[in-house]
Structures are given as C-alpha cells and as structure tokens.
C-alpha cells in the first residue's frame, strides 16, 4: 500500500542547532515534493518544492534534500530559533499540480 | 497577497443535517481543493476541481459533494452529516505555475453530534 510517513513524534532541539526532519514514502513515483509549514489553529504554509531530478534546493535556513533511490526527503533547518516551532508536512506530486498525497508532519520544538 | 477565504471556522451541527461549507479565493486560480485533517492521518483529499463546473474526486469523496459554478469559489456538501466526519477541513487554491504552491484558508473545524 501507498505510505508517506514522517517521524510522529515531536522532534525537540536547542535553538541554534540544526533541525532534520524525515519524509519516506512507499509505492509512489513522485515527480516533486513539497515542504509545507503548520502553526496550531492554522491552514499550512508552502516553503520548498524540489524536483525528482534535484539533488538539492535551499532557501535561507533551509535545506531540503530528494534522494529517489531511498524514497526519502530530508528538511533541514539551520540555526533553528524558537520561531521554527510548527509542525512540518511533506506533500508528494506523481505529475501535474493536480494531486498532492501529505504526511501527517512531525512537530518540532526549538527551545531557548 | 492570495487570499484563501473559508466561510466559517468553528461549526457544530447535528447527525443528517446538511452542511455547506464555502471557500473564496482571490487570485484566480485554476486549481482548487478540499482536504480534511485528523490527528495521526494527515490531510487527505476530498475533491479537487481544475475549473469552473469541473471536479475530481480526491481519496475519500464518500459523503461528500462539491460545487464550483465560478472560478473563485468551491463549496464542500455533506449531504447527511455523521459523526466521523467531525473533523478540520482545509480548503486550497493554486495556479498551474512551476512550483504548484498551495494556498490554504485558515480551516473549518466541524463537530457532528
């Protein structure tokens, strides 16, 4: 069956250090992969889109990796400050921008 | 700015009433889409439509029907509520653009009785 599963339990760290965040999938062929950010109470927010023919993309403190012969996507966050405390989804696109298929996201907590 | 508009956030509403939930965009995106989220699940797919009188069903459309008569906005119908459909739906919109960016309203949390 078709999994995309995120580490569900909260991942906690000191502001500062860098956060890494997992996204493994099963028995998809993903064209892309999305990196989304959720406050409580609130709708999420899109951060990062890699390609299944990248490596690598960055964006300020963030880094996301796409490695398709593991089936997994890593997020990094540097310097991580308490502000990064949300909850972070993956989404996985098979084609167009029609369909997307999310994790249930890992909590992070930065503390101070 | 886009904006994502979801009529109500909190409603609570009684098992086989009917539920009409609205969703407003503002930047005339193609794509439009209702999830639902639930604790350990992650947000699944309900419908999705790609234009106006278009629509395909997500994942899980049992019990659900959709309606978009303009560009701009998708409504979400259950048509006899039950009580596991008490849940947060999400509502997001995106353009056909390179990154396929989804643009979520802010949520509408149901309770079913």
């Known amino acids: 069956s078709q999994k995309i599963e995120q580490n569900s339990e909260a991942l906690n760290i000191q502001e500062g250090k860098t956060a890494t965040l997992t996204c493994n999938y099963t028995?998809?062929?993903?064209?892309?992969l999305q990196w989304y950010r959720q406050d409580p109470g609130r709708g999420p927010v899109f951060l990062l889109l890699i390609r299944e023919n990248e490596k690598e993309k960055r964006k300020e403190r963030l880094k996301v990796t796409f490695d398709t012969t593991l089936k997994q996507s890593l997020f990094h966050i540097t310097a991580s400050q308490p502000a990064d405390s949300a909850t972070y989804l993956c989404?996985?696109?098979?084609?167009?921008?029609?369909?997307?298929?999310f994790g249930s996201g890992t909590k992070l907590n930065v503390k101070p | 700015d886009v904006k994502v508009t979801q009529s109500s956030r909190y409603l609570v509403k009684r098992t086989g009433e009917k539920v009409f939930l609205e969703c407003v965009q503002d930047m005339d995106h193609e794509n439009m889409f209702w999830y639902r989220q639930d604790p350990g699940l992650g947000l699944r797919l309900i419908y999705f439509s790609y234009d106006v009188k278009m629509k395909e069903k997500g994942d899980i459309p049992e019990g659900y029907s959709v309606s978009r008569e303009k560009k701009e906005r998708f409504s979400l119908i259950l048509e006899s509520a039950s009580t596991n459909q008490t849940s947060m739906y999400l509502c997001a919109s995106s353009f056909l653009a390179d990154t396929g960016e989804l643009f979520f309203g802010e949520g509408s949390r149901l309770t079913v009785l």
């Open positions: 028995n998809y062929s993903p064209a892309y």
């Open positions: 989404a996985l696109g098979e084609n167009n921008f029609n369909k997307f298929y």
